[in-house]
Structure formats: C-alpha cells, structure tokens
C-alpha cells in the first residue's frame, strides 16, 4: 500500500514542456513532476512485487517436429517426444502436460514404465532419462549418460526395473531402473554373431524378450542379421542371416514365430523351428509385372503383429508402397485375414502404435486401437470397426491447419459468449467419427477453483479465424470463420497474387474484438478490413462496400502549372473532417501509362449471398492502388461499438469510418495530423508555392511552441523513406459493380523505396530473423522486427542521404530531368520520414484543457513518439444517429515519448482502470418483436462516474518502445515517466487489471517480461524470461488480464504463461493429474500343460544375473549417471530478487508445515490409541484379578 500526494502549484498551463511531455518530466522510474491541477491526486497502490511470479502454465496444440511415441496401456497416457527435447503427455481431455529436457536433445525413443508412474526417454545426445509421473509437473529423476557408444534402441519389459538399451556399435547393455546404474552384463555384437562372420551386423534395430521364455532376448542388427540370445548360458540359441536390411521385428504372443519389416518392402514370417530360411516372404504392395518380376517398393519402416480372440491376426505396418506410383500420399496398411485396407494420410507417418487390451506379451492381443503419430497430425484409428473410422481428436492438434499469423487473447469473457459460439460452430462439425469413447483416458482431471471464461482467437494465412474456449487451462474450437468468403476467388494467374507473388491474399494481420457487441474486425495483409456482426440468425445479405485513397503525393517536384491543371490534392482544413473526392482519375482506371490506379487489391463479390449463424459480414474497407502502387498494409486498428466508429493507420496517414452510416469520416495523412505545431519542425515544401499551409487537425492557440525534435526523439528511431502528406478517399455505394478498368497498359514493375511490394504473408509460425539486443545492434535489428512486424519498410536517416528521389510515374519522370538531392545537410526528418500509425484507442477522455466534461475521443500513437488526441462530435440520438454526420474536432493534445507509441490506457484519479464504452448486443437478423424496440444500448465508463467531484479529471497511461509516461486530462500535465530500457525495445504493452487493481505489462525484444505499477511506474517485476530468436513469438505475444500471456511457442503450439503469484501457487490443483492408482491386471493362467511345456519363463530372476554380485560392475568411463531433481516441481522460473527467494521460502515452509501438521495429527491418533488399549487393559484387569486359574 502506497500513498502518492502531488501539491501542483505555480505553474501556467500555457507551458508546453509539460503538455507535451518533454525531458524535464525526468526519466528516473515513478519521477513526479509538477503539474496545474487543483487538486491533490491520492492514488492508493495495492500491488507489490510479491504479487508477481512467472511461469508457464500449460501448452497447447500439436508437438512440433515429433519423433517418437509410447503408451502405457494401463493408465492410459500417450506420451509424444519432439525433435527439440519435449515431451508432451496426454490422457483424458484437460489432462495435457509438456515436459523439456535441459539439453534440447531430440528424443530418440520413450519407454513408460508400466503401471509405474515413470517414463523413460532415450535422446539423441546418448543419454536416458527417468521422469516422474506421480506429480503434476513431471521431474527428472535419474539421468545416465552415454560416453562412447551411441543410443539406437530401447527395451523395457514389462514388470521388470532391468532395461536393455541396445547401441551403433551393435553391443546391448542393462541399465538398472531403480538406481539408474549400468551392469556388468553386457552382450558384445562380436559375441553374438558367428566368429566366422566378416562383416560388422550393424546397429541394433531391435530388442524383445521372448514371450515364451523371458529368458531369451531377441536382437536385431540393421544389416539384417537376427540373433536369440540365451540371458543365463550366455550364448546364441539361434542366429538368421538375411540380405535385406531389417526395419523392426513383432512377435507372435505364443512365442513361437515373428515378423520382420525389409527395406525392399517385404515382410517375413520366421518360425523357431527352423530358421535356416523365412516361413513366409510376402511383398503386400509389389504386383507382378508383365516381364514376371515384382515392382520395386519402398521399406516397411515398422511392422506391428497382434493377435485376436474373435478374428484372424492384424498385421500392420507403414511403408511399402511401390515406387512406380509417384504422388501417392503415406500410407497405413491394415492387413486382416486376407483384407489389405490402405489407409492414406496427409502427412508423412513418424512412428504408430497398437493399442492392445492387455500389457502382457504373452497373451492373446485384442488390439483395439491403432495411434498413427503424423508429422504435422495424431491420429487414432478405431479397429473394431470393420471401415476403420477414426475418432474424434478431443486435443487441439490442428491450430496449424493454416499458418498462424496473428493471435488474440481475452481473459473474463461475458460468460453467456462461450456456449453460443459453441453452438453455432457445433452445427459445421465433421462426421464420420467412431462412435466409441476417445481411447487415451488416463489421469484425472477437474475443475479449478481459479477458473473464468477466457477466449483465444488465432487468425490464419488462408485468410481463417479461429476461437478457442481457453478456459481453466483447456483448449477446445468453438468457432471457425473463413473471411476469404466475403471476395471473389482470384482467377489462377491474374489479379495481384500473380502481379505481387502474393500466395496468402486473404492472410489476417490482426484483430479486434468485442466481446460485449459480438462485433469483430479483421486486417487482412491485402489492405483491407471486414466488420463483422454477430446473428443467430441466417440471412441474405449484399456486402457493403467503401474504397478509401490513403496514399501519400509524389515527391517528385512539381510546377504550379501543374498542380493547378491536374489537382490531386485534397487540403482538407482544421474544421472540414469530411473526405474529399478529388481524382484525376475515375475509380477502378488506369493511369495514361497503364498502371492501376483507384482499385482494390481484392474483389469484393457483388450479388446477393445467403449467411449461416454466426459472424455476418457487415462492412469490407479496402485501401486503393494510387498511380500503380499498391496500398501500403494497416499498421493499427481500433473500434468502438457504443460510437459506431472504426479507426486504421498505416504509414501514410489515418482513416475514421462510421460503419452505422457506411461512410468515411476522416482520410488524412499523419503529417496533416499535426499542422503548423508538428513537434519535429518539417520544412516547408519550398517547389510548391501555390500551396497553403493548413492547421490540420491541431488547434493553433493550444500549443503554440515547438519541441526541439533530437531532445525528444527515440535515440533508436527509423523512419520510412517519403513524404507524408493529405490523402484522400473514395468511398464506394454499397453493393454497385465497379466500373471496369481501361484498356490494358504496360505495367510498371518499378517501385518507389518506400512503397514496397505486398510480400508473402508473413506467417508467426514460420518467420525467423536474428536479433542482436547489445546497443550498437540496435538499430538494425530494430528496423528488421519493425519491418516484420508492421509490414512497412523502415530505413533509417543516413541510409537515405545518398539515395535518388524516384519518380511518381514515368511521365513525371521524362518531365522532370533532375533529381532531388539527398544531401546530408538537410533535415532528414524534413526528406525522409515516413511517420505510422502505431497504435488507436477510443475511449472517453477531454480534447482540450479547457473541456470540463469527457466527451468521445480518439487517441493516435506513431512511430516517432508521439501521441495525439482527436475529439469527436458523436450524436447521441438514436434516429440522429443514424442520419447526422459524426464531426470531428480539432486536436488539442500531443505528448512526446521516446520510440513508436504501442499502447493507451486510461485511470480514473483513484486509480481504477477505465474500461472502453460499448454497445449490447443485438441481433439485427432477429424477427420483429412489436413489443421490444430496436434502439442501441449504450454502456459507458465516464472518468467522473468514480468521482467524488464531477469533472476532476482521468489519467491517461501512454507506453512506448523506450517510455511510459502517466498525464493527467485535461491538464496533460505529466505525472510520472520511466524509462523502460535502454538496450533494447519493447514489443508488447499492456494495461492489465491483476488482484483487483492495474498494471502495465510489457514484452521487451531481448526476452524480460515487466510489470510497472499503476499510476507511478514502479518496477514490479522484471524477469529474463524468453530471448527472442524469431519474429513468431514477436508477432503472437499477447497480454490480457487476471495475470496471463500467451505466445506461439513453436509452429504448431500455443505456450501461456501467468504472472500472478496467485495463479503460480494455484496452479498445482489447477493442472491435470497424470498418474492415478490403478490395479495391475491379473496375468492369465496359463494352464497345468502350458506351464509344463511351456518353459520356465517365470522362475527367471533378472537381479540374479544382471545384479552387482553376479555381473559386476559397468566400466566408469562408458556412462556417467547424473542425479536429477525429481522432488523439486520445476515448473517456476527463477524470477529475479527478493521475489523467487520469498516465494520459494513461503513454498519450503507451506511443505514444512504440511509435513509437521500431519505428523501432529499422527501422533494425536496414536495418543488417542494408547488411551484406549490402556482403558481397555486395566477394564479387563478389574474384571479377571479375583478368578481362580481354573475358572479361565
């Protein structure tokens, strides 16, 4: 609990170093400065840093790049090893558990000890590992590393703590479960094979015990030899020699034959009574050919036999296609009695697995299930079924259907949102399914204490969204939207995917979401939007349609002759919001020259199209192409359903629409924002003499002075090449064909340096770039991320003193023989800044110092720093509303921070969070109801509703890539700065309400995750959590409230974290439980015969021949164990200070207390005994001591 009092007082208001937050505020974190207000600000701050811990929660999606596979089938878990060391543990939905081995070593195989709670992974740095499942975050338990042979293969028999790990070089060691320690019994390849062999057999492929004896361990060398090893006499029983090279080897539960898998595609069925040749040679995919010999087929790379009590055998293997059939996709074959079912798969096949009813080797099978693991899918296959249906995955294995590329995350949804997308999204499910309950059912799992509604959304390159029921650590679809719906299909070879070599047209660049309004809105990487509102309700509908001109003017010089004979330029003025409509051209045409001008990049279909429940379109925006030039992507996004409004930006300027009436209120350029105050003092545009200078949105009379632009400027700050002046737009009627284009002309293929072509859409999941953090690398890799990351071109100041002016079109070019010079002398904020828009908020708030009520405002953030503030004039009417223009005032507001603006925020002076007003939904498809009417319902969040004064005021919390900075309204007067960092740059920023109060979250791009306190800008926490290594994670980190975050973690997976100290100590009953006690099936018996005959396969004693007193000890120097931290929990990450060391000393003494509480209770109960026996003694005592011996 902290106590801020600020006593502001001899200051003018008319001081512009406080209005626009220059360098005297201070740059020292929480550094209060004087401010004109009337009043004291008593804030009273609740959070502290022990409310913060970070850690990882829960993962979700499909294992990227999967190696290997197990199952246990008496707990019912399937575990999943990757490429990068993880392990990911499934059971029933809910229970889904990630595990990462320290080395990031690929894992080569898993075994589990069955029934026991352990698993066991081999890895591809040669070591084994012995993991923990009986807590809820698996540990290590034992490691063993491997120092001069290589692991290949790994066996485990059931009930056994004796695990066999075959090696390249051909030899078989043991490995002791329970200690982790290798014994002196080892089979050495020389030893196994025949003296008289000349060649080495190669690496051990396989290991089995026999089902008959266990005894008796079956071995298989990759070039083809096969060996019986006797485990007591110590010698081969039997040894095969076969030309193809072996795969993989499954016995006959009877003991008494198995098969092999070639690399030439064959399958041979070998007996124990003779194997001086196979049983049976079988090719299943090699026809004969008309010359009599067989095709040649690619290599079974495993086979499985099972046996069934109902049915003949199962035999099922992957591979073996013929190589003559090119395009055929990977394949499963299912050979039943003498049916051969091909089942093909969309990905190539890692590894699969039979699911058999018992986890003895030696009884009859039943396979029920098979578990195909796919490069980039998990599939189950139902074989009970005679058409082998598959089941229905209850994981979320397919976020990656479509490349992820923008991600959304809200935490404390309305609770009624949820089973209504479910609903809907229900209604388009897939069929087909096996009927039967999912097969992998393991742990136990249930519902937090801790839980709320919370929504993820993931927008795809195919132009999808996705919403994902995330709550109480679950991931389950709700709803699919495809937005590529709302546009005519691309002709193959035309239109600007093959003019731009765009692949992903439809691509989603970001979101915006209201969960309220059920109104959402997506940027697409074609420069266009699409609103879109919630029905229940199907209908037809015709898309609507505005085309808005946001395009800067040429730099090239121009002649007053010319500008007055071809006016292209709009100059709209400090009081005429309205777009103008200005072109010297007529929509959807061609330049002279034959390069498109006024067009869209997508078509928008025009006819009438029947829409299912669920999100309608209501409105597309679509920036044009200006003089053969395509529009630059949207940077920023906002909307605001209680106004009706919808703001975007992008490097040329900003665009207001109002999507009640379908019309664009505001089009102007960034640098028209400003006006004659622009804080960085660009020089006039002397060739242009006819040209007035306009105040643009800026009120002259409320900042008067300039700011000394290399005081204020981010010292890391890039800017796009070109002017930026007045666009203007072209809002098209709804629903009216375009008019077509003109004759064809040549095409221009070159292209300005600040206008570069749409790129391939830029998928989170697959973009990689290396970030240097150290400040000499700062620049460059800044300007790479942001380029990325917004989808404009950054250069920097120096780049460009040197670099030509391009002309605007080619007769401009033959016109204007010259060129302007870059020379170094001249500002190059003057020449060469291209200023973006970075960030819009809508929130109620007070234009101008003299305002004494909140009224509508937009807040505007760009790339150099600068945050302005834009009154609006809304009316509030419903009938007017909908008739009268929406006005848009004259800006009294600019604050200066270092680097590119990310995020607004909004207090009221108490310091609670001002949340962003909004409309309720309503269905606008739903039938008349003469007894409801249609009106709008607003709810509004007032800055003065809180307050005990009306009209006090609000703060305004304004975050940047450097800065955060805290002003008051209407004063904006700066309260509080803090500088971030100086090495590096923020990324993600958010205000975000944790334990009933507010913080700022930030994301920096050298990997700490930081909280600051709210309104004073204390360091709360400041964690070196994730180094930045790609633009995936940079593109996807999002925050939200209640202390959560998410990021694309890999491809293919979705990682969220918390950090809330609350939620890191709740996690533990939050999470599934892997492991549950469960009874071990009873063996069959086997019969008085059987036994007999049948060898002495259970009085086999593994401890008397691999144990120390028989075997001896293993040499030192072939494997080094390594202890583990099996009774740590791992699952927190070390946060920096005084934090981890409380949080780990309240965790010791909780664990302390527990311990003493339960031993308390212990010894209570034995007290409470002895009492009682003592009673019982001395009742017993009283009642016998007068007997006689004879009458006992």
Not at 422 to 441: C, F, L
Not at 662 to 676: E, H, N, P, Q, R
Request: proline share 7%; hydrophobic share 35%; with cysteine.
């Amino acid at each position: 609990m902290k106590k801020f009092r600020k006593v502001l007082d001899g200051l003018t208001t008319s001081s512009p170093g406080g209005t626009m937050g220059s360098p005297s505020c201070g740059s020292a974190a929480g550094t209060p400065t004087a401010a004109p207000t009337p009043k004291e600000i008593d804030v009273q701050e609740t959070l502290v840093s022990e409310n913060f811990q970070l850690c990882k929660t829960v993962r979700h999606g499909f294992p990227y790049q999967p190696t290997s596979l197990a199952f246990d089938p008496v707990q019912k878990i399937l575990a999943i090893g990757s490429r990068s060391g993880g392990v990911r543990i499934l059971g029933r939905p809910g229970v889904d558990c990630y595990c990462q081995h320290e080395s990031g070593a690929a894992v080569l195989q898993l075994q589990f000890l069955i029934n026991e709670g352990a698993l066991v992974t081999a890895c591809a740095d040669d070591t084994l590992h012995l993991w923990n499942l009986r807590q809820r975050r698996p540990a290590v338990l034992h490691s063993l590393k491997f120092n001069r042979e290589r692991i290949t293969f790994c066996h485990l028999p059931f009930q056994s703590k004796w695990l066999y790990v075959g090696t390249e070089r051909g030899n078989t060691h043991i490995v002791n479960i329970e200690s982790f320690i290798l014994s002196g019994y080892v089979i050495m390849w020389n030893k196994a094979i025949e003296l008289s062999t000349k060649t080495h057999p190669g690496p051990v492929v396989h290991l089995s015990d026999s089902p008959k004896d266990e005894g008796k361990l079956l071995i298989g060398f990759e070039g083809g030899t096969i060996v019986q090893w006797d485990l007591r006499a110590k010698k081969a029983d039997f040894r095969i020699y076969y030309d193809e090279a072996i795969h993989s080897v499954s016995w006959h539960h009877e003991g008494k034959q198995f098969m092999c898998s070639h690399s030439d595609g064959s399958l041979t069925l070998w007996t124990l009574r003779n194997t001086t040749k196979p049983f049976q040679v079988t090719f299943p995919h090699g026809k004969i050919q008309k010359d009599g010999r067989k095709e040649s087929c690619k290599p079974i790379l495993k086979v499985e036999y099972k046996t069934s009590r109902s049915s003949e055998p199962f035999v099922i293997f992957s591979g073996g296609l013929s190589y003559d059939k090119a395009g055929r996709r990977p394949a499963l074959t299912i050979m039943h009695g003498k049916a051969i079912t091909v089942l093909e798969m969309d990905y190539p096949i890692v590894e699969f697995m039979v699911l058999c009813e018992t986890p003895y080797n030696n009884e009859v099978q039943d396979p029920y299930a098979v578990v195909v693991l796919l490069e980039k899918d998990l599939i189950v296959v139902d074989l009970t079924q005679s058409n082998f249906p598959v089941f229905e995955n209850p994981y979320p294995m397919d976020i990656h259907e479509s490349p992820v590329t923008c991600t959304a995350y809200f935490a404390d949804c309305p609770p009624d949102i949820i089973p209504i997308l479910y609903s809907i999204g229900a209604k388009n499910k897939k069929t087909g399914y096996s009927h039967k309950e999912w097969p992998i059912g393991g742990g136990t799992w249930t519902l937090g204490s801790h839980t709320y509604p919370e929504i993820i959304i993931t927008g795809h390159a195919d132009g999808s969204i996705k919403f994902w029921d995330a709550s109480a650590f679950t991931l389950q679809m709700l709803y699919k939207l495809k937005t590529s719906k709302v546009f005519e299909k691309p002709k193959p070879g035309e239109g600007r995917a093959a003019e731009l070599g765009e692949e992903d047209p439809f691509a989603v660049q970001m979101v915006s979401w209201c969960p309220h309004s059920r109104i959402f809105c997506v940027v697409g990487i074609s420069a266009h939007i699409i609103l879109y509102r919630f029905s229940k309700y199907d209908a037809n509908t015709q898309i609507v349609s505005l085309e808005v001109r946001l395009q800067c003017e040429p730099e090239d010089i121009i002649t007053p002759s010319e500008n007055e004979n071809n006016p292209c330029f709009s100059e709209p003025g400090s009081h005429s919001p309205q777009p103008h409509h200005q072109h010297p051209l007529s929509p959807g045409s061609r330049t002279p020259d034959g390069a498109k001008d006024s067009i869209p990049c997508l078509k928008v279909k025009d006819k009438m199209v029947r829409v299912p429940p669920g999100y309608q379109s209501d409105l597309v925006i679509q920036l044009l192409w200006v003089d053969g030039e395509p529009p630059q992507q949207i940077t920023s996004l906002d909307l605001n359903s209680a106004y009706g409004l919808l703001a975007f930006g992008n490097c040329n300027g900003l665009a207001v629409v109002d999507y009640l009436q379908k019309t664009v209120i505001l089009c102007i350029s960034t640098l028209d924002l400003y006006g004659a105050t622009d804080p960085y003092q660009r020089l006039t545009r002397s060739p242009r003499r006819n040209r007035q200078s306009t105040s643009g949105l800026t009120e002259l009379t409320d900042n008067q002075q300039s700011i000394d632009m290399e005081r204020s400027k981010s010292p890391t700050s890039d800017h796009v090449n070109g002017h930026c002046t007045s666009p203007t737009s072209q809002p098209c009627s709804a629903g009216k064909p375009r008019i077509p284009m003109g004759p064809e002309g040549p095409r221009l293929t070159r292209r300005g340096p600040g206008r570069p072509p749409f790129r391939k859409a830029q998928s989170a999941a697959c973009m990689e770039i290396s970030l240097p953090v150290s400040h000499t690398e700062g620049h460059a890799s800044r300007r790479a991320m942001l380029q990325q990351l917004h989808g404009v071109t950054m250069y920097s100041h120096d780049e460009h003193h040197t670099t030509a002016a391009y002309c605007w079109n080619e007769r401009e070019s033959r016109e204007n023989s010259f060129s302007r010079s870059r020379s170094s002398s001249v500002s190059s904020i003057d020449r060469d800044t291209k200023e973006a828009i970075t960030t819009l908020q809508f929130g109620e708030s007070y234009g101008r110092k003299s305002d004494a009520l909140p009224t509508p405002c937009l807040w505007v953030g760009t790339s150099l720093g600068v945050g302005i503030l834009i009154p609006l004039s809304i009316p509030t009417d419903h009938e007017e509303r909908m008739e009268d223009p929406v006005t848009v005032g004259p800006s009294g507001a600019v604050q200066m921070l270092k680097g590119s603006v990310l995020r607004f925020g909004f207090l009221d002076c108490n310091g609670a969070l001002i949340q962003s007003p909004y409309e309720v939904w309503r269905d606008l498809n739903a039938p008349e109801d003469p007894d409801r009417t249609r009106r709008r319902k607003l709810v509004h969040f007032s800055p003065s509703s809180s307050q005990d004064a009306f009209g006090e005021g609000h703060l305004a919390v304004v975050c940047s890539e450097r800065q955060a900075k805290v002003f008051l309204m209407p004063s904006q007067s700066c309260l509080f700065v803090h500088n971030i960092t100086e090495s590096s740059f923020v990324l993600r920023a958010d205000v975000v309400s944790l334990c009933n109060s507010v913080c700022l979250a930030c994301f920096c791009a050298n990997g700490h995750v930081m909280t600051l306190s709210l309104p004073s800008l204390r360091p709360l926490m400041d964690v070196n959590y994730l180094p930045l290594t790609d633009m995936r994670i940079a593109r996807t980190f999002c925050f939200t409230n209640e202390g959560q975050a998410l990021y694309l973690s890999s491809p293919t997976e979705i990682q969220r974290i918390t950090y809330s100290q609350e939620m890191c100590d709740n996690l533990q009953e939050m999470l599934g439980e892997l492991f549950t006690p469960i009874e071990t099936p009873e063996a069959q018996n086997r019969g008085f015969l059987k036994g007999f005959f049948g060898g002495n396969a259970h009085t086999f004693d593994r401890e008397e021949l691999f144990g120390e007193a028989a075997a001896g000890k293993a040499s030192r120097s072939l494997a080094q164990h390594i202890p583990g931290q099996g009774g740590v929990e791992g699952m927190k990450v070390a946060a920096s200070g005084a934090v981890g060391e409380l949080a780990r000393a309240r965790i010791a003494l909780d664990e302390r207390g527990q311990r003493l509480g339960e031993l308390e209770e212990r010894t209570a109960l034995m007290m409470t005994s002895a009492e009682t026996f003592s009673k019982h003694a001395h009742e017993l005592m009283l009642k016998c001591k007068d007997k006689k011996w004879y009458q006992f």
